[in-house]
C-alpha cells in the first residue's frame, strides 16, 4: 500500500463506491476515480494511476454486468462477442498509453461528446423503446467493430468515459432501449478492463492492495446503480447519460485548456 493518508483513503474509497453507481447506470465512472487517484498518488507515474483504476473499475463493472443479466434481457452471447473485439482493443490501447499525445484526441472527443449530448437531449425518443425488428448482421459486425474494438482502444489508450461511449454506441446501432444498452456495455466494459488490466500488470503497473480495498466500494456502489437503472428505467438513464456527458465535456476542456 503506498503512503496515504488515512482522510485520503477515506475520500479515495468514497470516490470509488460513486464511480461504481455512475458506472453502472450510464458509464462514465472515470471521471470521478482518475482525478481522485491523481490526487491521492501525486507522485505515482500516469500509467501506474491507470492501471490501478482499471484494477477496481474491473470488479464495479463485473459485479454491475451480474446484476443486469440476471433482470434484464441482455443478449449475452453479442455481448460476448462484443466483448472479446473490445478485450483486444484495450490491450492494444492500453499498451500504446505511454507513447500517443492525448492533447491531439481531447478536442475530436469533446465535439463527438457534444454532438451526442445535443442529438439526446434533442430526440426524447432515443433509447427509450427497442427497434421491434431483428437487427441486421450489418449492424452488429459494426458494433463489433465501432463499440468493441474502437471504444475498447479508447478504453485502454484513455478510459474516462468509456462506458458512456458504449452506452451511445450500442443504442444507435443495436436499437437498444437505455436499460438494455446500460447491461450489454457491462459486459463489453468488462471485457475492456480486463484487457486493459493484463496489460498494465504486465508492464508492472498496478497498486493491488490499494485498488483492492477501493474494489470492494466501487461493487458495491455498481450493484446499487444498476438496481437503480433496472427499477427507475430509461428516463433516469437518459437524466444521468446526460449529466455524465456534459460533465466529461467540462472535464477534457479543463484538461486541455485549463
Not at 36 to 48: E, F, M, Q, V
Not at 81 to 109: C, F, H, N, V, Y
Not at 216 to 245: E, H, P, Q, W, Y
Request: net charge positive.
Amino acid at each position: 500500500m503506498p503512503d496515504i493518508s488515512m482522510t485520503m483513503i477515506i475520500v479515495l474509497c468514497v470516490a470509488a463506491a460513486a464511480a461504481g453507481w455512475i458506472d453502472a447506470v450510464v458509464g462514465g465512472g472515470g471521471l470521478l476515480l482518475l482525478p481522485a487517484l491523481l490526487l491521492g498518488l501525486p507522485n505515482a507515474h500516469p500509467a501506474t494511476v491507470l492501471g490501478t483504476n482499471k484494477g477496481v473499475a474491473i470488479v464495479g463493472t463485473a459485479g454491475a454486468a451480474i446484476t443486469y443479466v440476471r433482470k434484464a434481457p441482455v443478449n449475452v452471447k453479442l455481448a460476448v462477442r462484443i466483448g472479446l473485439a473490445a478485450l483486444a482493443g484495450s490491450m492494444g490501447g492500453a499498451a500504446l498509453a505511454g507513447g500517443i499525445g492525448k492533447d491531439t484526441l481531447r478536442p475530436l472527443i469533446m465535439v463527438v461528446l457534444v454532438v451526442v449530448a445535443g442529438f439526446v437531449l434533442f430526440r426524447p425518443a432515443f433509447g427509450t423503446a427497442p427497434a421491434a425488428s431483428p437487427v441486421s448482421r450489418r449492424r452488429v459486425l459494426l458494433a463489433i467493430g465501432l463499440a468493441g474494438l474502437g471504444i475498447g482502444f479508447y478504453d485502454g489508450l484513455i478510459g474516462p468515459g468509456t462506458g458512456t461511449f458504449l452506452v451511445l454506441a450500442l443504442t444507435a446501432l443495436l436499437h437498444l432501449d437505455l436499460v438494455t444498452a446500460s447491461a450489454t456495455a457491462k459486459i463489453v466494459n468488462t471485457c475492456t478492463n480486463a484487457g486493459a488490466l493484463a496489460m498494465f500488470a504486465y508492464q508492472g503497473m498496478v497498486l493491488w492492495q490499494l485498488a483492492a480495498l477501493l474494489a470492494v466500494f466501487n461493487l458495491a456502489g455498481g450493484m446499487i446503480g444498476a438496481n437503480m437503472a433496472l427499477k427507475k428505467g430509461s428516463g433516469f438513464v437518459r437524466a444521468v447519460l446526460l449529466t455524465v456527458v456534459g460533465a466529461l465535456v467540462v472535464k477534457l476542456g479543463l484538461e486541455q485548456w485549463g
